[in-house]
């Protein structure tokens, strides 16, 4: 799984998910897995500001992500 951490605030990322979409956009905050709702997936996400939309991906969503 990729570590998503490291990215958090990261600035202008690509991001694939594991569909093959290439997302571009700024990475924003990491939601913790502890963070989320009982009736959510217990998982790590990134927010990524992309196309003028927040959007967010879980950990187990993404394929690859790099800063550019």
Same mark, same amino acid.
């Not at 009736?39 to 879980?58: A, C, H």
């Given at each position: 799984m990729i570590n998503i951490w490291k990215f958090e605030y990261a600035g202008k990322v690509k991001l694939i998910d594991i569909d093959g979409n290439e997302f571009i956009g700024d990475a924003q905050e990491i939601t913790d897995a502890s963070e989320r709702p009982e009736?959510?997936?217990?998982? !790590? /996400?990134?927010?990524?500001?992309? !196309? /003028?939309?927040?959007?967010?991906?879980?950990q187990s969503e993404i394929r690859s992500i790099e800063k550019i």
């Open positions: 009736e959510e997936k217990p998982e !790590d /996400g990134i927010t990524i500001f992309t !196309d /003028g939309k927040l959007v967010e991906f879980y």
